[in-house]
């Protein structure tokens, strides 16, 4: 199976894609992923108008992955540990970028 077949087989042609230059990603909007946006890394790009930049995603998967090796893998309640991790990186993401960070929790009766 193919890269496109996997990628047609489980992201919607709706979707706004961000890859790298990597050959493998060739041919996306020609099977309908008209929101495919690239990087050069061979040109010495890495970030392209402050929309398109993957490292962001590399960092998410690496912070990740070495949470979850601290549990020697999760084998339930895998969304929540994804969830957690994506909610740490965010937080990670705004403290380094001096961003406030404010949380309104609403409490239902």
Same mark, same amino acid.
């Given at each position: 199976?193919?890269?496109?077949?996997? +990628?047609? @087989?489980?992201? &919607?042609?709706? !979707?706004?894609?961000?890859?790298?230059?990597?050959?493998?990603?060739?041919?996306? =909007?020609?099977?309908?992923?008209?929101?495919?946006?690239?990087?050069?890394?061979?040109?010495?790009?890495?970030?392209?108008?402050?929309?398109?930049? +993957?490292? @962001?995603?590399? &960092?998410?998967? !690496?912070?990740?992955?070495?949470?979850?090796?601290?549990?020697?893998?999760?084998? =339930?309640?895998?969304?929540?540990?994804?969830?957690?991790?994506?909610?740490?990186?965010?937080?990670?993401?705004?403290?380094?970028?001096?961003?406030?960070?404010?949380?309104?929790?609403?409490?239902?009766?």
């Amino acid at each position: 199976m193919t890269l496109q077949a996997v +990628i047609l @087989g489980k992201v &919607s042609t709706e !979707s706004v894609i961000y890859s790298d230059g990597w050959r493998g990603y060739n041919g996306l =909007v020609d099977v309908g992923y008209s929101k495919h946006f690239r990087v050069s890394h061979g040109d010495n790009e890495f970030a392209r108008d402050g929309h398109c930049h +993957i490292n @962001g995603i590399k &960092s998410f998967w !690496s912070f990740t992955k070495r949470r979850l090796a601290k549990f020697n893998g999760v084998s =339930v309640n895998f969304e929540l540990h994804l969830k957690e991790s994506e909610w740490n990186s965010l937080k990670i993401s705004m403290i380094r970028n001096d961003q406030s960070l404010e949380i309104i929790f609403l409490i239902k009766d």
